[in-house]
């Protein structure tokens, strides 16, 4: 079975243009996840959805970022503008069943530079 | 808040040592996992402790989950260059909230 999907895999680009960032979650969960990871406040969730409506979003930093799903076979991290400070490597999981007990299956990444 | 702080940060040992890292909060938690994470890659689950008390082992990895569900360890026999990685542990709590709570990690390098 194919895991998540995330693309693109690598993402440079220069202050002030929009990024986005796309995921495709395992066939059949129901939970999908955004993380951004960095060396000084390691993983953070950015937001996750149940069924394709969002649940929690306070981990998105501000108004430039946005997420999307409009199925259950896809969504879209979107920022714009970018700033240097958004470089971080943005992670996708996702996960079926009810409670935080359940394994998160990750994908693979995408690295933002933001020059 | 509810908070994870691993300890050590950084590790770096010869290959066939033990070892061991781990996992504290100030806040109980229902579950707590244990992923690891290897360069270029997303971190993957290793093992979910949910009982206080509990210990599970995965071959050479033995898990404990403390007995009032605050704390955590993760203890490596005899370990090898393919333990190299980012130790990551995760808090869960109970009910519909799917939201884990994220430590820092404890970056492994086991040198040959």
């Given at each position: 079975?194919?895991?998540?999907?995330?693309?693109?895999?690598?993402?440079?680009?220069?202050?002030?243009?929009?990024?986005?960032?796309?995921?495709?979650?395992?066939?059949?969960?129901?939970?999908?996840?955004?993380?951004?990871?960095?060396?000084?406040?390691?993983?953070?969730?950015?937001?996750?959805?149940?069924?394709?409506?969002?649940?929690?979003?306070?981990?998105?930093?501000?108004?430039?970022?946005?997420?999307?799903?409009?199925?259950?076979?896809?969504?879209?991290?979107?920022?714009?503008?970018?700033?240097?400070?958004?470089?971080?490597?943005?992670?996708?999981?996702?996960?079926t069943?009810?409670?935080?007990?359940?394994?998160?299956?990750?994908?693979?990444?995408?690295?933002?530079?933001?020059? | 808040?509810?908070?994870?702080?691993?300890?050590?940060?950084?590790?770096?040992?010869?290959?066939?040592?033990?070892?061991?890292?781990?996992?504290?909060?100030?806040?109980?938690?229902?579950?707590?996992?244990?992923?690891?994470?290897?360069?270029?890659?997303?971190?993957?689950?290793?093992?979910?402790?949910?009982?206080?008390g509990?210990?599970?082992?995965?071959?050479?990895?033995?898990?404990?989950?403390?007995?009032?569900?605050?704390?955590?360890?993760?203890?490596?026999?005899?370990?090898?260059p393919?333990?190299?990685?980012?130790?990551?542990?995760?808090?869960?709590?109970?009910?519909?909230n799917?939201?884990?709570?994220?430590?820092?990690?404890?970056?492994?390098?086991?040198?040959?």
């Amino acid at each position: 079975d194919a895991g998540v999907i995330q693309s693109p895999r690598h993402e440079v680009t220069e202050m002030g243009q929009e990024v986005t960032l796309r995921c495709k979650p395992i066939s059949g969960h129901n939970s999908l996840f955004w993380y951004r990871q960095t060396m000084m406040r390691g993983l953070e969730l950015l937001i996750y959805f149940n069924n394709n409506v969002p649940i929690d979003d306070s981990g998105m930093p501000e108004d430039r970022f946005s997420a999307k799903m409009p199925n259950a076979s896809f969504s879209t991290l979107k920022i714009q503008p970018s700033e240097p400070r958004d470089s971080a490597v943005y992670f996708c999981a996702s996960t079926t069943g009810t409670s935080g007990t359940d394994t998160q299956y990750f994908g693979p990444g995408t690295r933002l530079t933001v020059l | 808040t509810q908070l994870l702080e691993q300890s050590p940060q950084f590790l770096s040992i010869q290959e066939g040592e033990n070892l061991t890292v781990y996992c504290n909060s100030s806040s109980v938690f229902s579950s707590l996992q244990w992923y690891r994470q290897e360069p270029g890659e997303g971190p993957v689950l290793l093992v979910t402790v949910v009982t206080g008390g509990e210990v599970k082992k995965l071959k050479r990895l033995t898990f404990q989950f403390g007995d009032a569900r605050k704390d955590s360890s993760l203890h490596i026999t005899a370990a090898q260059p393919g333990d190299t990685g980012l130790y990551l542990c995760a808090g869960g709590n109970a009910g519909n909230n799917r939201k884990l709570i994220w430590g820092l990690g404890t970056s492994l390098a086991v040198n040959p």
